[in-house]
């Protein structure tokens, strides 16, 4: 399974876009980049998922270069409510062939948003 | 309403007794999970199962066992060999072989303390 990296902590303020970037140098050809966020006391929940260029949804946008080797998790005008750890995670989806072993949730970053 | 429940969601057990927490999901999933949350950390694997009357071992299955007898049902038992069994501890469940997505569905927690 490949390893990833980001960053421990993140700080920002209301109404500014924030951008979390994950390495992931050995991600394999049939792996796709998943992220998630985790609110203190609850279990995570899943945020968006991507191959390859873009992916947009109604929370967040999903950046990856074409080497893949990294990502960037785009939270656009964040709010207080934001505040919570970020998991990048990398891995092969059940329908494409992907076992239904573990997903490997690292420490993540912790982002604080402030007033 | 479709979901996973976890119960109790605080517990307190007296040192060198084994205790089972409680999983159970609606939601038709075949894959199932148990992971360990210590303060501050990531999310670690304990046991997952695939199907029903099979399981896999995780990262630290050591001093906990569990058992798959419906697929509905993934309790975990937290034995006395378990050395620091305190934690906070998130069942997940994941559907089968048609989802296109690495997104793993997960229950609000239990929160074990050990006396």
């Known amino acids: 399974l490949a390893k990833t990296t980001q960053p421990i902590s993140m700080d920002s303020y209301e109404g500014q876009e924030v951008n979390i970037t994950c390495s992931h140098n050995?991600?394999?050809?049939?792996?796709?980049i998943t992220w998630y966020q985790q609110f203190p006391s609850q279990g995570p929940r899943f945020i968006i998922q991507g191959y390859k260029t873009k992916v947009t949804n109604e929370v967040a946008s999903l950046f990856i270069p074409a080497d893949r080797k990294s990502s960037t998790l785009s939270l656009p005008r964040v709010s207080l409510s934001d505040t919570a750890v970020y998991y990048c995670?990398?891995?092969?989806?059940?329908?494409?062939?992907?076992?239904?072993?573990?997903?490997?949730f690292g420490k993540g970053t912790k982002l604080s948003v402030k007033p | 309403d479709g979901g996973i429940t976890q119960s109790p969601k605080y517990l307190f057990r007296k040192e060198g007794q084994n205790v089972t927490l409680s999983c159970e999901q609606n939601l038709n999933h075949d894959a199932m999970y148990w992971y360990r949350q210590d303060p501050g950390q990531g999310l670690r694997l304990i046991y997952y199962s695939q199907i029903v009357n099979d399981f896999q071992k995780g990262d630290i299955a050591e001093g906990y066992s569990v058992s798959r007898e419906k697929k509905e049902s993934f309790p975990l038992t937290v034995t006395s060999a378990q050395k620091n069994p305190t934690a906070f501890y998130l069942c997940a469940s994941r559907p089968g072989g048609t989802s296109t997505y690495n997104e793993q569905f997960f229950g609000p927690g239990t929160r074990l303390t050990v006396l």
């Open positions: 995670l990398v891995g092969v989806p059940a329908n494409y062939g992907g076992s239904q072993g573990n997903l490997i």
């Open positions: 050995n991600i394999a050809t049939n792996d796709y």
